[in-house]
């Protein structure tokens, strides 16, 4: 149990196009999700987490403008890379925890972005 | 955020009993310990976590100290597949506190 799906597992877009992720939660709900992103030869970094029927939260330095997150139902969180340019190319990771209980987190697959 | 250490890069030798070693000194008294290990272009998987007693499951056990400054993952017969970058990682319980904030893990490299 505790799947989190993630699609697309690649995409490569022009620059200045927008992007959208999906991640879902496949059975279980998660009123909250993470939003991370990595590159090469990097750890992951979070970027956001994404809450159920409000706003996300965004860690420091990250543009919220830029990185839209939206958490519309308990499972599925969505984030849209707009205007990418290649600077933004990198893996894409969503993760989620499956909640009432003492479990770990789930993460997606991953998502490569290539901007070109 | 209370910080991990752990060493960069490890190797071991397919079929024996590996251990990884993980510090955090100031880990709070609600602040579970958590394993996950990543294989390339892949995201992480969940391997194991604890508070305070030790912790066994169909992937590894998780030894914590007594004064939880430190735990130690151990895989107890590598396989190739077992090659990965394992991060050990402070999870909070207070509200708004429960993201999982990575560091720069340890790379297990078995050989066969």
């Known amino acids: 149990g505790a799947v989190v799906s993630q699609h697309p597992s690649w995409v490569i877009c022009k620059s200045g196009t927008s992007v959208k992720i999906e991640c879902r939660s496949l059975?279980?709900?998660?009123?909250?999700m993470f939003w991370y992103r990595q590159f090469p030869k990097q750890s992951l970094m979070l970027m956001a987490t994404s809450n159920e029927g409000s706003k996300a939260t965004y860690e420091q330095g990250v543009e919220k403008d830029k990185f839209l997150i939206n958490h519309a139902s308990l499972t599925l969180s969505t984030l849209t890379v707009t205007s990418a340019h290649p600077e933004d190319s990198s893996f894409y990771i969503c993760?989620?925890?499956?909640?009432?209980?003492?479990?770990?987190?789930?993460f997606g697959s991953g998502t490569r972005l290539t901007v070109v | 955020d209370a910080k991990t250490t752990q060493p960069n890069s490890m190797e071991s030798n397919e079929e024996e009993p590996v251990h990884l070693p993980c510090n955090h000194s100031t880990i709070s008294g609600t602040d579970y310990i958590h394993w996950y290990r990543q294989l390339p272009s892949q995201g992480p998987e969940y391997v194991i976590h604890?508070?305070?007693s030790n912790v066994n499951n169909r992937m590894a056990s998780l030894a914590i100290a007594e004064d939880r400054k430190s735990s130690t993952l151990i895989l107890h017969r590598a396989t190739l597949r077992d090659a990965a970058v394992y991060y050990c990682i402070l999870r909070g319980t207070n509200f708004g506190n429960e993201k999982l904030t990575f560091g720069t893990g340890t790379r297990l490299t078995i050989i066969p």
């Open positions: 059975d279980f709900q998660a009123t909250t």
């Open positions: 604890g508070l305070t």
């Open positions: 993760s989620a925890r499956r909640q009432g209980g003492n479990y770990g987190y789930t």
